[in-house]
């Protein structure tokens, strides 16, 4: 008898662990494609991709979880766009390229930053996916302003580069909850 319980027992763990393993291999497959479908969707398929796949959480999100790590990620790279301006304006830089630097830090990546960032976050959050539309929206064209400031003459081509194109992925995940 107390074989029999054992052999079933043995069989009840196996069949749990390979159903939850088999489950999970589901659950990996279905939301790589939610990934890769959303992605594709977005004017950056490599970069939606490649942030969405860093984020672990990403395995098993939904939409609004997608726009949530970019909007995680545009908060990272803005942030290290402000780190840079910081770092280029005590290199004392000529008067014109610092007052192109204190206003992109000032007037566009502090908003990127502490507004448009949070703006998008609450609102997905609360299912309000216009407000965040507007948000990214917001923060993208900010990114380009601050490229604009300098006259082609920008130490921060590339960064804005950057911010410009998470903040135009992480709206084109958005505009998929509208």
């Known amino acids: 008898m107390r074989t029999l319980v054992f052999i079933v027992l043995v069989y009840v763990v196996f069949q ?3 159903l939850s393993s088999s489950q999970c291999a589901k659950l990996s497959s279905n939301d790589d494609n939610l990934i890769e479908q959303t992605c594709k969707k977005t ?29 995680k990620v545009l908060n990272t790279t803005a942030t290290r766009t402000l780190i840079r301006i910081n770092s280029l304006l005590h290199h004392s ?10 206003s992109c830090a000032d007037m566009y990546y502090n908003g990127i930053i502490t507004a448009d960032v949070p703006v998008s976050k ?7 996916p216009k407000f965040a539309d507007d948000s990214t929206l917001d923060a993208a064209k900010e990114a380009t302003l601050c490229e604009e400031g300098f006259s082609g ?8 580069t950057n911010v410009n194109n998470v ?4 709206e084109a995940i958005v505009k998929l909850l509208l």
């Open 16 to 18: 749990i662990i390979f």
């Open 43 to 71: 004017p950056n398929y490599r970069l939606c991709i490649s942030s969405l796949k860093s984020d672990p959480k990403s395995a098993t999100a939904d939409v609004t979880g997608l726009a949530l790590i970019m909007v």
């Open 93 to 102: 830089p000529s008067p014109k390229i610092k007052k192109a630097l204190l």
């Open 122 to 128: 609450e609102a997905l959050t609360k299912g309000d």
């Open 153 to 160: 003459n920008s130490p921060l081509t590339v960064d804005n």
């Open 167 to 170: 903040a135009r992925v992480t």
